[in-house]
């Protein structure tokens, strides 16, 4: 609550522009958090997706930088300070010791967290963006709201078909 007093918000656009800003510094701090994940995984499948992941979110810092300009507006990060815990508690099982396959079903466990705010911040740009009249960064968001929907059922799929499995056996 004390961080929106620092704030001023007297249009929905400045509402937007903030989002949009935490947005772009939540991806810029996961293009260097993914590697760290890759690293970790002992799934190939799980490093796989991971790796994948990471192109999409360099692709991502590059959609939100044509908000930006479609929005007439210096691309600019906020800090995200909702992105920071996420990866903390993420750097956590990066430290941790065990049974790789609960290792790796830790990872996903981070990885979706991390998908999952992701998806309710660019659904609430992407309808800001609507509300706003900017259709074409509303496609803009919306294309990465789809890849991030995408990424998240990719991890529930490896979960429930192998790292799962294999933690279970452990």
């Known amino acids: 609550m004390?961080?929106?007093?620092?704030?001023?918000?007297?249009?929905?656009?400045?509402?937007?522009v903030d989002q949009v800003k935490d947005l772009y510094d939540a991806e810029q701090r996961l293009t260097k958090a993914i590697p760290h994940m890759v690293e970790a995984a002992q799934s190939p499948e799980l490093k796989s997706a991971f790796e994948h992941h990471l192109k999409e979110t360099e692709g991502q810092v590059k959609r939100l930088?044509?908000?930006?300009?479609?929005?007439?507006?210096?691309?600019?990060?906020e800090t995200c300070d909702a992105m920071k815990g996420l990866l903390s508690e993420g750097d956590e099982v990066l430290d941790s010791d065990g049974d790789p396959s609960v290792i790796d079903a830790a990872l996903i466990a981070a990885a979706q967290r991390v998908e999952h705010y992701e998806m309710a911040g660019y659904g609430t740009a992407r309808t800001l963006a609507r509300q706003l009249g900017l259709?074409?960064?509303?496609?803009?968001?919306?294309?990465?709201?789809?890849?991030?929907?995408?990424?998240?059922?990719?991890?529930?799929?490896?979960?429930?078909?192998?790292?799962?499995?294999?933690?279970?056996?452990?």
């Open 2 to 16: 004390g961080l929106l007093l620092t704030k001023k918000f007297d249009t929905l656009n400045d509402l937007f």
């Open 65 to 77: 930088e044509k908000v930006f300009e479609l929005i007439d507006t210096k691309p600019d990060r």
């Open 135 to 170: 259709e074409q960064v509303a496609e803009l968001l919306q294309q990465t709201l789809n890849e991030e929907s995408a990424a998240d059922d990719k991890l529930t799929h490896i979960a429930e078909t192998s790292v799962n499995v294999a933690a279970a056996t452990s």
